[in-house]
């Protein structure tokens, strides 16, 4: 599984007098992918401690075929219109893990 995984690291930063809404928006959709799309594995939104309207968010998709799907979930959809007028900026990285095989260690830890 672990050679076929999607992930990246979403680059964001929030307009002014808007972050606490967009921060609930982020959670919302985050923790809604994880619990109901088998193959969402993580979306983790984070805010950088020293410039709070940078966030980032590691996302970690089963295959193309998950991401894909992901994109087409209604509370995708609702986060994504629902907060584009938030985003200063956007930019989507691709990642490439160095030791994917250690993966399912590391959520297994927590």
Same mark, same amino acid.
């Given at each position: 599984m672990t050679n076929e995984l999607?992930?990246?690291i979403a680059e964001i930063e929030v307009n002014e007098g808007y972050l606490e809404e967009? =921060? $609930?928006? $982020?959670?919302?959709?985050?923790t809604k992918s994880v619990e109901i799309e088998p193959g969402v594995i993580c979306i983790f939104p984070m805010q950088v401690k020293d410039s709070p309207n940078t966030i980032r968010i590691l996302e970690i998709y089963r295959n193309d075929e998950a991401y894909r799907a992901h994109l087409q979930t209604p509370h995708f959809l609702e986060y994504k219109q629902g907060t584009l007028h938030m985003v200063k900026s956007l930019q989507l990285v691709a990642m490439?893990? =160095?030791a994917p095989e250690a993966m399912p260690l590391i959520f297994k830890k927590y």
């Open positions: 999607i992930t990246r967009y =921060l $609930a928006a $982020a959670h919302n959709v985050g490439e893990p =160095l």
